[in-house]
């Protein structure tokens, strides 16, 4: 889900995947980080393209709403694994 004051950076960014060699990362917290504490190199940049159609495409359902804090109190009442690392972004309403 984004809100509609994003929608225009989503479709008229250009974002990269890094596609980065194994090693010398290390996995940590519990399968969630990988972090190298060297300089590493990346073996490709690949150009992501339109990141609407991209979610589209791989079935991806992409909610666009007014404000994300009507749904974030839902889910916080949950028993749902949740992160809201992003939320500092997000308008109050």
């Known amino acids: 889900m984004i809100e509609t004051i994003w929608l225009e950076r989503v479709r008229a960014v250009r974002l ?35 990141l609407l159609a991209r979610h589209a495409g791989a079935g991806v359902e992409l909610r666009i709403a007014p404000a994300l804090y009507p749904l974030w109190d839902r889910v916080i009442e949950t028993t749902l694994d949740y992160s809201g690392i992003r939320l500092r972004n997000a308008v109050r309403t």
């Open 16 to 50: 990269y995947a890094y596609r980065m060699p194994r090693e010398p990362f290390e996995i940590v917290e519990d399968d969630r980080f990988y972090i190298a504490s060297s300089t590493v190199d990346a073996i490709e940049r690949v150009d992501v393209g339109d």
